[in-house]
């Protein structure tokens, strides 16, 4: 797929913020009833409030840029004529993996771009819920009620967090070993130009 250099960045920002958050929930001292958080847990606060507004950038851009991937294509669940398409592409993927191959990582593929978008609304509620517990909970004092239910909401979305990055980072992975230019074409921030992998202008060189 093609992406502008200014999402390539946002991309890549976001996910290295992202992993450095979640690393940090595991090692930071959280604030208990009488004992307030360490500098890790600072650090973990104001960082996600950074990367929230980066995400909130990100999906504005969405919705604005020229490229190929639209706003539309990355939260299609509530619009059906864009579903036919993400089932035939399912479809097409499982058919690929039966057969012990990796699909193409140059073309535009509907369920990847669906798949990103459930990566991203993880993350911007993972940081809502965040920024709220931050300004509505007082340090070392106990949640109770709602603020309880949030706090538990967030801690769910970072388990659920964990387990969509290891599998968005596997699947890019696979597309590496598999000779695809996907990881490095994300990673070429410094190129202006919108960016597709090999494969792609490889297959369609031969049109």
Not at 31 to 55: E, F, I, S, T
Not at 85 to 100: E, K
Not at 162 to 188: E, P
């Amino acid at each position: 797929m093609y992406y502008d250099r200014f999402t390539r960045v946002l991309h890549l920002t976001i996910a290295v913020g992202g992993v450095v958050q979640l690393l940090s929930s595991l090692l930071m001292t959280h604030p208990k009833p009488g004992r307030a958080g360490d500098a890790l847990y600072a650090m973990h606060d104001a960082g996600g409030q950074v990367l929230l507004a980066l995400l909130m950038i990100h999906w504005l851009w969405s919705l604005l840029r020229q490229g190929e991937v639209k706003l539309l294509q990355l939260w299609p669940w509530f619009t059906p004529s864009q579903i036919p398409g993400i089932v035939a592409d399912a479809r097409q993927m499982l058919s690929h993996f039966w057969q012990r191959k990796i699909p193409e990582g140059g073309r535009f593929s509907p369920l990847a771009a669906a798949v990103q978008g459930v990566g991203l609304m993880l993350a911007t509620l993972l940081g809502g819920s965040g920024l709220l517990l931050s300004n509505a909970a007082a340090e070392g004092v106990a949640m109770v009620g709602w603020l309880h239910d949030v706090k538990e909401g967030h801690e769910l979305l970072g388990t659920l967090m964990w387990f969509y990055l290891i599998v968005h980072a596997s699947m890019a992975m696979l597309h590496h070993w598999a000779g695809h230019d996907t990881v490095r074409a994300m990673l070429r921030i410094w190129e202006k130009e919108q960016v597709a992998t090999a494969n792609h202008e490889h297959v369609a060189g031969k049109e």
